[in-house]
């Protein structure tokens, strides 16, 4: 049984490789519809089936795993950046106060009907805007392609007071819950996980963990 990641996001194959788990890409073919009304924890949830979804029917004998992350602010649900300035008034909206991260993760297996679903939340207080920090992390352009506008594991870290939660939460793929999800499904991940999240080898990790 092969383990896939279905994802395009660098981030969640450089995390899911710390599992030192040997495993195959496939970007899933999908397109994020928003429901209206929908909780922001039962949003993140559906996409991550989706994505999984979308490659299992392909490969209904491999296990395949899906993520979402997205923010919530005020009860509302925030993805990722259209533009520049869509980045710039999300960055401010987040300033100076603390918002949830949320990373679901989907696993599913076709050929048995198999399929579970876990969402990691964080909290992540955001430094107060001083007139410049916003502009100065917009410059680095490291906001397209993240949820928030923001990267907890790049120069974002520059914006964060702290967070509470699992760090690799905020980045994009809970592993300590991956982890389980799999052993659960019968996948056999021999890392020690707790040892990882001692050495926590990834960048910013160690200065934001909890
Ligand atoms: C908050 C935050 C998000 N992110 C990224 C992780 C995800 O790649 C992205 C959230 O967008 P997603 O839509 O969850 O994922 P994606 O489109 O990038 O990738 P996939 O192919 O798996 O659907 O934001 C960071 O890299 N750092 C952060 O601090």
Same mark, same amino acid.
């Given at each position: 049984?092969?383990?896939?990641?279905?994802?395009?996001?660098?981030?969640?194959?450089?995390?899911?490789?710390?599992?030192?788990?040997?495993?195959?890409?496939?970007?899933?073919?999908?397109?994020?519809?928003?429901?209206?009304?929908?909780?922001?924890?039962?949003?993140?949830?559906?996409?991550?089936?989706?994505?999984?979804?979308? #490659?299992?029917?392909?490969?209904?004998?491999?296990?395949?795993?899906?993520?979402?992350? #997205?923010?919530?602010?005020?009860?509302?649900?925030?993805?990722?950046?259209?533009?520049?300035?869509?980045?710039?008034?999300?960055?401010?909206?987040?300033a100076g106060r603390?918002?949830? #991260?949320?990373?679901?993760?989907?696993?599913?297996?076709?050929?048995?009907?198999?399929?579970? #679903?876990?969402?990691?939340?964080?909290?992540?207080?955001m430094?107060p805007?001083?007139?410049?920090?916003?502009?100065?992390?917009?410059?680095?352009?490291?906001?397209?392609?993240?949820? =928030?506008?923001?990267?907890?594991?790049?120069?974002?870290?520059?914006?964060?007071?702290?967070?509470?939660?699992?760090?690799?939460?905020?980045?994009?793929?809970?592993?300590?819950?991956?982890?389980?999800?799999?052993?659960?499904? =019968?996948?056999?991940?021999?890392?020690?996980?707790?040892?990882?999240?001692?050495?926590?080898?990834?960048?910013?990790?160690?200065?934001?963990?909890?």
């Amino acid at each position: 049984m092969q383990l896939i990641l279905a994802s395009t996001s660098p981030r969640r194959r450089e995390l899911l490789a710390l599992l030192g788990l040997s495993f195959e890409l496939c970007p899933p073919s999908f397109e994020e519809h928003p429901i209206a009304g929908l909780a922001p924890v039962e949003q993140v949830s559906r996409f991550a089936m989706e994505k999984a979804h979308a #490659v299992g029917a392909q490969r209904p004998e491999d296990l395949v795993l899906g993520s979402d992350t #997205v923010i919530e602010i005020d009860g509302q649900c925030v993805g990722k950046p259209t533009d520049m300035d869509h980045a710039r008034a999300m960055l401010a909206k987040l300033a100076g106060r603390p918002h949830l #991260v949320h990373t679901a993760v989907a696993l599913c297996r076709h050929a048995d009907g198999m399929e579970r #679903v876990e969402v990691a939340s964080a909290t992540v207080v955001m430094k107060p805007d001083d007139g410049m920090r916003i502009e100065r992390y917009l410059a680095t352009r490291e906001s397209l392609g993240k949820a =928030g506008a923001y990267s907890i594991q790049g120069w974002g870290g520059e914006l964060i007071e702290r967070i509470e939660g699992d760090f690799t939460a905020v980045v994009g793929l809970p592993l300590r819950m991956v982890a389980r999800l799999l052993r659960s499904a =019968g996948y056999d991940v021999p890392c020690d996980v707790e040892a990882l999240y001692r050495r926590r080898p990834y960048p910013n990790w160690s200065r934001f963990s909890t």
